[in-house]
T-cell receptor, first 113, second 112 residues
């Protein structure tokens, strides 16, 4: 059953702590994306990666970091520098090569203790 | 910078009433996509429109792409409680890197 998985579903962060959100896809998609969603707002792009070992900042990359060591995996780290991390985080992928329909994972809700 | 705006932000309707959300881009788009996000869920792709003036239907949903390819609309006829959710439009970014720019969404509530 192909798709995108994200874990955990809920994540709690303490002050000054870095946390990592997992995103895995078995769709054999080239491109992967991380979005942040706040209540009443659209999807804001944090980082994206079009191929392995390459990624670019999106609109709101400050306080976040990513890696793309494998095609299937695109983890997002929310660092202590992100002062307002409480949000719903969505990972997505696209086949690439001009095909832009995005397939989303179920999301991770991050809360600050 | 490039912007995609949607109106209204929220809409409450009685079951059986029609609903329309409008999407306007600051730039000409090569295509426009629509997604639906159920409460507590994730966005799911509904449709992509490519041609100027294109109209596509999915059962009670009618999607339209403007002649100038800068606006689009989604119309739902005779809403049902299953239509509840947030509807997003999205278009390719001008940089043409495969990234999308999303509207802020229209949240539809349907009273039974």
């Amino acid at each position: 059953d192909g798709g995108i998985t994200q874990s955990p579903k809920y994540l709690f962060r303490k002050e000054g702590q870095n946390v990592t959100l997992s995103c895995e896809q078995n769709l054999n998609h080239d491109a992967m994306y991380w979005y942040r969603q706040d209540p009443g707002q659209g999807l804001r792009l944090i980082y994206y990666s079009q191929i392995v070992n390459d990624f670019q900042k999106g609109d709101i990359a400050e306080g976040y970091s990513v890696s793309r060591e494998k095609k299937e995996s695109f983890p997002l780290t929310v660092t202590s520098a992100q002062k307002n991390p409480t949000a719903f985080y969505l990972c997505a992928s696209t086949p690439g090569q001009g095909r832009e329909t995005q397939y989303f994972g179920p999301g991770t809700r991050l809360l600050v203790l | 910078g490039q912007q995609v705006m949607q109106i209204p932000q929220y809409q409450h309707v009685q079951e059986g009433e029609d609903f329309t959300t409008y999407c306007n881009s600051s730039t000409t788009l090569s295509n426009i996509q629509w997604y639906k996000q159920r409460p507590g869920g994730h966005p799911v792709f509904l449709i992509q429109l490519v041609k100027s003036g294109e109209v596509k239907k999915q059962k009670r949903l009618t999607f339209q792409f403007g002649e100038a390819k800068k606006n689009s609309s989604l119309h739902i006829t005779a809403t049902q409680t299953t239509d509840v959710g947030t509807y997003f439009c999205a278009g390719p970014r001008s940089s043409n890197t495969g990234k999308l720019i999303f509207g802020q969404g229209t949240t539809l509530q349907v009273k039974p």
